[in-house]
């Protein structure tokens, strides 16, 4: 381990995190080696994160950092890391979120694995939990509980990528990672695991109503984008089918609904999370499971009907 600042501006889009912010700054300044630079890019927040982001300012600089506040007014969030990348005053760019806590060995493991493999492309991993039942649910039902995944918003890269493979696509509220990373592939670039490199998101909807929406959203956007059609747009609209048969053929549709209540809010929980029982000392959570699948894959169905229909990477936010 090297305590010391290296060339590493860190990108973070912002939009209403006052309640996770300090815990990201403070894990930011915590790291091992310091990151030189800490991008900021507010998109319209309207709780009181810049003040929070300008409070730390102190205590960044004490620690040796850089931060530098961007305003950048109803900005998506590819469009907020182009404009960091674009303000950024080093060489590499690290990115993370609002909402994800790196271990205070993050940037030290990203770089140990840059300098031992020669990768332009660093991506870190990220483990996914939650503290409340209904996080603990989602969490579940979308990456797996406790799974660890590589993921861009833990991730290290030479800044001159951008210039070389382009930068990401702006307009699209989700889905700009997929098509970045894939223009990486596509363009050659040597791209590099990290598993020492971690960091932890445990920030899921309060609200099922809240998820919804962040389903709908998701799935719509990723529509627009081309991602994720074939066997999951199969999925989708096979849900909705299930239940329209309910209405033209009740007990058909009664048995096949059945089924996928089954595989999708008992079996594939538990395959995501590794087979681990995810759901902690409350197992009635098995069966609040079920009607939530239900809620969040009628939701993306929704949204990727919404994203076919009338879709456009330029609707509003």
């Known amino acids: ?81 182009n404009a960091g990348v674009r303000a950024a005053a080093h060489e590499w760019i690290a990115f993370i979120d609002a909402g994800i806590v790196p271990a205070d060995d993050w940037l030290d493991a990203l770089w140990a694995c840059k300098e031992s493999s020669g990768s332009e492309a660093v991506f870190g991993v990220c483990r996914f939990v939650s503290d409340g039942m209904l996080g603990r649910i989602l969490c579940a039902l979308s990456y797996g509980y406790g799974r660890i995944l590589p993921v861009l918003p833990a991730s290290l890269f030479r800044r001159d990528l951008f210039d070389r493979i382009g930068f990401f696509e702006p307009d699209l509220r989700s889905g700009e990672d997929i098509l970045w990373k894939r223009a990486l592939a596509a363009g050659g670039v040597l791209m590099q695991s990290c598993s020492d490199a971690r960091v932890e998101y445990r920030h899921f909807p309060v609200t099922l109503p809240h998820a919804a929406n962040k389903w709908y959203t998701y799935e719509r956007s990723a529509t627009i984008a081309g991602i994720g059609g074939g066997v999951r747009a199969v999925a989708l609209f096979g849900v909705l089918i299930l239940f329209g048969l309910l209405f033209v053929v009740p007990k058909l549709g009664a048995m096949g609904l059945a089924a996928y209540l089954l595989l999708r809010g008992v079996a594939d929980p538990l395959r995501r999370s590794g087979w681990r029982p995810w759901w902690g000392a409350a197992p009635w959570a098995i069966l609040a499971a079920v009607p939530v699948a239900a809620v969040l894959d009628v939701s993306a169905a929704a949204g990727r009907v919404a994203g076919l229909v009338g879709g456009s990477r330029h609707a509003g936010h």
């Open 1 to 81: 381990m090297v305590d010391a600042t290296v060339p590493i501006s860190v990108v973070v889009p912002v939009r209403n995190e006052a309640e996770t912010l300090p815990e990201l700054l403070a894990a930011l300044i915590r790291q091992s080696i310091k990151p030189a630079e800490i991008v900021l890019v507010d998109t319209g927040s309207t709780d009181n994160s810049i003040a929070i982001a300008r409070e730390w300012g102190g205590a960044a600089k004490q620690a040796g950092i850089s931060l530098t506040l961007l305003r950048l007014p109803d900005g998506y969030p590819g469009a907020a890391r």
